[in-house]
């Protein structure tokens, strides 16, 4: 598909430092780096190189100390918590390694969720979770309980929840890091066809395979961009 020059992520000269005990780590030492509409960037590095505090700034889930990070041009540094919250909702969808599905309540209802919180009418959050589930294969366990699914199925679940908000960008963090080669690959299928259809994707993935399904690569060094390049998608 087409990318445009409007950057949908805009980060320069990002820095970010935890403080544990008497001990200070550089997670993010200088991050520059646009995502465009259209793209999908794959996100690689050894560990503890910073990809998954990169994401979570991205995504919203945290701050960081210096630099900026603009948004679809909106500046995120000077929002509110409130504000950010309500921008995560609108414009992110997040897919995590580990699920983080609600298991108390249905599949239906853990898709629902996003929309719940928009405080949007139950006649369009049903049609809206219907066709999410449907896109994912998930249509025939809506009534199940997370526990019940297999953790390809969860991840799938996991995707059609990020995706119910209709998000601007979906953050993947190591979406196959706790399936089977055979299901790893199912949801990097729908991964790829939702970025046919349009989505903006970032992902971090410590597989080279899936990192050559994207059409951008950006490999971070100790909490700094290595490369970052255009790729021909395998
Ligand atoms: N909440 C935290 N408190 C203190 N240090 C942290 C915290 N989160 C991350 N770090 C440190 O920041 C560095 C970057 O961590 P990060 O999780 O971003 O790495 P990563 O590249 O995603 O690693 P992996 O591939 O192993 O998941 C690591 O050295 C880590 O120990």
Redesign the pocket.
Known sequence: MTTTTQPLVQVQNLH?K???GS?A?L??QGIDLSIYQGDFAAIT????????????ILGLLDTFDEGSYLLSGIDTRPLSVNQRARIRNRHIGFVFQAFHLIDTISVFDNVALPLQHRGERQSSIKARVEHCLEQVGMSHRHDFYPHQLSGGQQQRVAIARALVGAPELLLV??PTGNLDSKNGDAVMQLLLDLHRSGTSIVM?T?DQRYSRCANRHIQ?LD?QVLAAQQQEVA
């Open positions: 970010k935890f403080i544990q001990t780590t997670a993010l590095g050894p560990s503890g190189c910073g990809k998954s505090t990169l994401l979570n963090d190591e971090v410590h971070l909490g």
